[in-house]
Nanobody, 115 residues
C-alpha cells in the first residue's frame, strides 16, 4: 500500500517562494507517474503539474515559468518549487501517485499567499 505525505506548505508573501515535498512510502515510486493538484477556496480541484518516471514534465499554463516539479527516486520524494507566487495560488496542494492502474492521494498541505 502506498502512502503519500505532503509537507512544506505555509504562509508566503506575494512574489515569494515555497517548496512543497511529497514523501511516498511503499513500493513502486520509481515507476510512478507523480503529480500535484490543488484546490482553491470555492473551486474544484485542478491539476497543476506532472512528472513521469522518465522525468518528463508538464504544467498547467498558469504556473509555467514559475513552478518546477521534480523527483528524487532514491528518496522516494517529489517536489514542487514555487517561485513568484501569487494570491491566486492560495490552495490546498495535493500530491498524487499513479502506479500502473492504481492511484493514490496525499492529505494535502495548505499554501496561503498573502501580504
Amino acid at each position: 500500500q502506498v502512502q503519500l505525505m505532503e509537507s512544506g506548505g505555509g504562509l508566503v508573501q506575494p512574489g515569494g517562494s515555497l517548496r512543497l515535498s511529497c514523501a511516498s512510502s511503499g513500493d513502486g515510486f520509481r515507476i510512478a507517474i507523480m503529480a500535484w493538484y490543488r484546490r482553491a477556496p470555492g473551486r474544484e480541484r485542478e491539476w497543476v503539474a506532472t512528472i513521469t518516471s522518465q522525468g518528463t514534465t508538464a504544467y498547467v499554463d498558469d504556473v509555467k515559468g514559475r513552478f518546477t516539479i521534480s523527483r528524487d527516486d532514491a528518496a522516494n520524494t517529489m517536489y514542487l518549487q514555487m517561485n513568484g507566487v501569487r494570491p491566486e495560488d492560495t490552495a490546498v496542494y495535493y500530491c498524487q501517485s499513479t502506479i500502473l492502474r492504481d492511484q493514490y492521494w496525499g492529505q494535502g498541505t495548505q499554501v496561503t499567499v498573502s501580504s
